[in-house]
């Protein structure tokens, strides 16, 4: 950027701090950290214990949930101070983005090494190197939106072809989506749902996924069918009362504490399925929490700050100086967005019980910093896009008559 260009960027800052208005990018940065800030205060709250010591102010800023909502804003700075030029360089002649294809698969591989893959709830989807854990399909879930959002930008033109435009990234997808699969359904039906609209809306014609429709259920179908676990959940969910005690209890009490709540809650840490009752209360199922403490007003405006963020997103879209920065931001923005209906919809009994977070909200590291990365990403595609657009009305083109 010239001198010229950076002293308009300048006076654009100050006119905007002056006059007090936000660009959409801002405003997703403020959403996310209430959600983040939010997302801290349940959980402590959905974390609290029978104890002689009471819980403290100190011990809340030093609770883990607290440590990694500070690295998560420091991932979302550094996110929307990233010079996103880079996103466009290549490696050894291949687009830095491709790169990321070879790393997701090598990760998602990683969870079934000795040593390193780690089990959790009988599933293996964490890996451990020295003490770092993390959650290798959550960078393949990122890395894949990045991926087919810039295998469209480059393919625009092409993207109405079948076997040109359609096939290739379908077929990355559906690899990244089958090892996910095994382990983590729900992460793998959340990255196939968004990387599928991002192709979408680049341009891929809807016939082309229909034809693709039936080799998507019938690969549903047999990860289901081959899980006990899963047909269980399946059946739980048509008929939660056949045995509540055993497979229809967590969804009976997500259930009870949301009636629990009632339209004002029964205050901030004063509810009680937290207390043993409802499995998984700071994870997958904090939205009940917040159900139960908030009741249904907190419930509208835990959902309107996702709504906020889902329109200035599309906001951004629209700005965006280019093709992969428009269907990126789209990518980041959908993903989200789908990511928390799923999460409603399971702790409310509406689809089958899943374990997949509320982005930002529910407890967790690796979800926590990526996602706030890539929302400080748009950020940083939105002052890219205000920057051009400063330069272009400082000095407008001129002709001679």
């Not at 089958?178 to 809807?206: M, P, R």
């Not at 629990?260 to 399925?273: A, D, M, R, T």
Request: proline share 4%; aromatic share 12%; hydrophobic share 50%.
């Amino acid at each position: 950027m010239t001198e010229t260009a950076r002293l308009c960027v300048e006076i654009t800052t100050i006119r905007t701090i002056c006059t007090g208005y936000m660009r959409a990018g801002q405003g997703i940065i403020v959403i996310s950290i209430t959600l983040l800030m939010l997302g801290v205060v349940m959980v402590n709250s959905a974390g609290m214990q029978v104890s002689d010591s009471p819980l403290t102010f100190l011990d809340m800023v030093t609770s883990r949930p607290s440590m990694l909502a500070f690295f998560a804003i420091g991932a979302m700075f550094i996110g929307s101070r990233f010079p996103i030029r880079l996103l466009s360089r290549s490696l050894f002649r291949i687009p830095a983005m491709y790169w990321l294809l070879p790393l997701s698969v090598l990760l998602l591989l990683m969870v079934y090494v000795p040593g390193i893959g780690r089990e959790v709830n009988y599933s293996r989807r964490w890996v451990d190197f020295g003490g770092i854990n993390f959650q290798p399909s959550e960078v393949a879930k990122w890395s894949m939106v990045a991926i087919v959002a810039w295998w469209s930008a480059q393919h625009l033109d092409s993207l109405s072809s079948y076997w040109r435009g359609f096939i290739p990234p379908i077929i990355g997808i559906g690899a990244i989506v089958s090892i996910i699969a095994v382990e983590d359904l729900g992460t793998a039906v959340l990255l196939f749902g968004a990387t599928c609209f991002v192709l979408f809306s680049a341009g891929s014609k809807f016939w082309h996924f229909a034809t693709f429709l039936p080799f998507a259920a019938g690969g549903f179908y047999l990860a289901v069918y081959q899980s006990d676990y899963r047909m269980a959940r399946l059946k739980t969910f048509l008929d939660p009362f056949q045995n509540p005690e055993n497979d229809g209890y967590h969804i009976l009490q997500s259930l009870s504490a949301i009636s629990e709540g009632g339209l004002s809650g029964l205050g901030l840490g004063n509810g009680i399925h937290k207390f043993g009752y409802l499995p998984e209360d700071t994870t997958d199922f904090i939205f009940s929490v917040v159900c139960e403490e908030l009741g249904i007003f907190g419930a509208i405006a835990v959902a309107s700050l996702y709504i906020g963020l889902a329109v200035l997103g599309l906001y951004v879209v629209k700005k965006a100086s280019c093709a992969f920065y428009q269907l990126f931001t789209l990518g980041i923005i959908v993903t989200i967005g789908l990511q928390a209906s799923i999460n409603v919809l399971v702790v409310t009994a509406l689809v089958p019980t899943k374990g997949i977070a509320l982005p930002l909200l529910s407890n967790g590291g690796t979800g926590w910093l990526l996602t706030a990365f890539c929302i400080g990403l748009i950020d940083a595609i939105d002052r890219n896009a205000s920057a051009s657009s400063t330069v272009h009305n400082a000095f407008p083109t001129t002709t001679r008559d």
